[in-house]
DNA sequence: TGTGACGCAAAAGTAGTACTTTTAATTCCT
DNA sequence: AGGAATTAAAAGTACTACTTTTGCGTCACA
């Protein structure tokens, strides 16, 4: 019960990347080919594959005459999706949810700035639609539609910033918003606040207010991590 | 002339990295991977290997019977650090200083707000020094050695804001402010204003008044987005 | 003429083996 | 005790044989 795994690869590389964000493995900890090889019953071809994206991930570290080493949680790759999704499945997800939130408040609203600026007619439009379907579902138990639109809104803010760094912070938002909704909470509708301000942004996108649309997402921000401060000490 | 490559899969990982990122393949290139076993002169073994790294950065994609696809820009892992130096070694150079300083605009001035709150009395420490630094070597054409205080003074600030996403843009600084140093410019001494901030930034985080050394922040990488605008249109 | 089933072949995926290279650790000599 | 030579363990590389998936062309049928 590890991962579906289409293809061994996928599915050693799945097992151990989790093991390893998970802290199974302490850093320091080393590993061997062909140990490795002999637990998954795959060749030592498909371990070396693995090995060689743990590497590119810094996860781990090979050295001749001595294996793989596990390697400490401080020189991580922590942006690489992958990773996030490995770290949030595992043990540190409350920890690795408020990384992720404190980032957002960092830049979501400088995203929001530019997008009053950036935003195509189709983007604007786009907005409006997604701030009007979290109004449209904002009450009533129906968290998982509401979820859709709220993704959808912040990640046609990060696109429309014009700005490829903020564009691939969608999926991490993404990430955090599902976890928000799934992991705790659940019955509570959203802030009646939020869902306004939401809608108040899509305005001053509309109406190419910059500060005033990074000032709104600013509030958004604070939201969300007071939330997260009444949710975990 | 591509690497020193110690070692034949960082050589062939580097070279294919470096050619990819700076658009040699355009998207939706297809290589085979016993073309490049040949092209490389190396078994197929160390070019799978490479590709399954090249594909953990989203950079390829590969499919049975089809061969090693090139995925568009927008795929891209653009935070592996990996990715970042092959793109500022390559031809769109400026594009992405231009995304990650205003990715470091957004960032930094909430790093420094949480610098502020969490940092240690050694970090306090280690902060002014830096900052003393700056100013000692601001003048007189002592750029390599401001550099490495600059570089030193804003990983100071983001390992002190107590987040390991802001912590491992450490890197990234390091990055765009080593560009700008060698890039261009490399004659004018660097801008009084911004050292005196700096200064005051350390000021700031000693005396734990986050507000102040948030908004300080902000002043510089105001200073660097104009900067980026005088240089490039 | 269009459409769907069928089968071929190309390319990646996997396995296994043999060999090379690096290097930590041990031994041995002074 | 300290340093040089030796050893062996583990990763790195190569090659070869085989399996699996799947895009594409072909052909039959409606």
Redesign the interface.
């Known amino acids: 019960m590890t991962t579906p795994a289409q293809g061994l690869?996928s599915h050693v590389l799945a097992t151990l990347g989790l093991a390893i964000t998970a802290g199974e493995y302490p850093p320091g900890t080393v590993l061997r080919t062909d140990e490795l090889a002999q637990r998954f019953d795959v060749s030592r071809?498909v371990i070396?594959?693995v090995v060689?994206?743990l590497?590119?991930?810094h996860l781990v570290e090979s050295r001749r005459r001595v294996g793989v080493t596990v390697l400490p949680?401080?020189s991580w790759?922590?942006?690489?999706?992958?990773v996030i999704r490995w770290r949030l499945a595992g043990a540190d997800r409350p920890r690795q949810l408020r990384?992720?939130t404190?980032?957002r408040?960092?830049?979501e609203?400088?995203?929001a700035g530019?997008a009053a600026l950036n935003a195509t007619p189709e983007q604007c439009r786009e907005l409006t639609e997604q701030a009007l379907g979290m109004v449209a579902t904002s009450r009533g138990r129906r968290l998982e539609e509401y979820l859709v639109h709220d993704v959808a809104f912040h990640r046609v803010v990060l696109n429309a910033s014009g700005?490829?760094?903020?564009?691939?912070l969608g999926d991490v938002v993404a990430e955090v918003l599902a976890g928000r909704t799934h992991h705790h909470v659940m019955f509570e509708d959203p802030d009646p606040a939020a869902v306004t301000l939401h809608v108040q942004v899509a305005e001053a996108v509309r109406e190419r207010d910059a500060a005033r649309a990074e000032e709104l997402t600013r509030q958004i921000a604070v939201g969300a991590l007071q939330e997260l401060d009444v949710l975990a000490p």
């Open positions: 690869h071809t070396r594959e060689r994206v590497e590119s991930m949680t401080v790759n922590v942006y690489d999706p992958q990384s992720l404190v980032l408040s960092a830049v609203p400088v995203a530019l700005n490829e760094m903020f564009a691939r």
